[in-house]
Every structure is written in structure tokens, then in C-alpha cells.
């Protein structure tokens, strides 16, 4: 039998899935989000591995799903950075920016539970939109849920 918690978490991720998501501008932000965004799942994968809802096979999946996507968001990242900062200095940036979000998320997403990341993580992987991530990442790195936002009622 379904709890209410469960139900809402469901409800959801299935709306999440069939909602279209809205366009959103490219720009080295939307790169920094999806590689932020992929930073903090698999870093909860991580932390979730050893408990009845590890997501790592969808993590992995994720990143399959998404390589082009990761990759591109990645490479602009780094594009913007070197022009900031140079070569070092965008290089010391990334580094930066990655071991920011491990620390970020090493304890734990602050308002998901492993069982919302694994639903999540889930329905992203079979999604092949890339402004889904963009839309996920803006809602998911929040510190807490947004009013009115797809993961709002996990």
C-alpha cells in the first residue's frame, strides 16, 4: 500500500515526465547548472549506494542518456571560464566548482530524500530533452523547494 509521501512523489515524477518543458536561453549559466546538476546526482549516488534506494544504476543511465548534453554543457563551461580566467586559472575554476558541490551535496541533498533523487534520476534518464536538465538543474540546486515548481510536492 502507497503512503501519501509516496503517492505525492509518484504524482509528481509523472507529471515531471509528460509536462513539456519550457524553453530556456543557452548561456555559460545553463552550462554551469547542468554540470552543477550532474555534480550533486552522482555525488548522492554515492551517498545513497548503500541503502534500499540506491540510484546508481540510474545515475548511469542518466549520464548515457545525456553525454552530448553533459559534455557540450561541460566544454562551454570550461570555453567561458578559460576566457575569464585563461588556462590555469579556468582549470583551478572547474576544480573549484566541483569540489564545491561534492561538500555541497556529501551530506545529502537538503530537501530530497534517496527515494525523490532515485524517482528523478530516474525519469531524467529517459528523458532525452536537453532543456529538461536545464529546468531540473534550476529547480534541484535550490536550497530549498521553489513555490509552485516540479519537485515542490516531494
Known amino acids: ?17 509528460l509536462a513539456p518543458a519550457p524553453a530556456v536561453a543557452n548561456g555559460p549559466s545553463d552550462a554551469e547548472n547542468i554540470r552543477k ?3 550533486m546526482l552522482m555525488v548522492t549516488s554515492l551517498r545513497c ?19 552530448s548534453t ?12 578559460v576566457a575569464n580566467h585563461g588556462p590555469k586559472g579556468a582549470k583551478r575554476a572547474l576544480d573549484r566548482i ?4 561534492a561538500n555541497q551535496y556529501g551530506q545529502g541533498h537538503p530537501w ?11 525519469e531524467l534518464a529517459t528523458s532525452r530533452d536537453p ?3 536545464k529546468l531540473a538543474a534550476s529547480e534541484l540546486l535550490e536550497a530549498s523547494p521553489r513555490f509552485g515548481g516540479r519537485f515542490a510536492a516531494r
Open 37 to 39: 546538476l550532474d555534480i
Open 112 to 122: 530530497l530524500e534517496c527515494s525523490d533523487l532515485k524517482q528523478i534520476t530516474s
Open 49 to 67: 549506494r548503500m541503502g534500499e534506494h540506491d540510484f546508481q544504476p540510474h545515475y548511469r543511465d542518466f549520464s548515457a542518456a545525456h553525454l
Open 1 to 17: 500500500m502507497l503512503n501519501t509521501r509516496t503517492l505525492a512523489t509518484v504524482a509528481a515524477a509523472a507529471a515531471f515526465a
Open 131 to 133: 532543456s529538461a536538465l
Open 70 to 81: 553533459l559534455n557540450g554543457a561541460a566544454r562551454q563551461l570550461e570555453s567561458g571560464l
Open 98 to 101: 566541483s569540489v564545491g558541490m
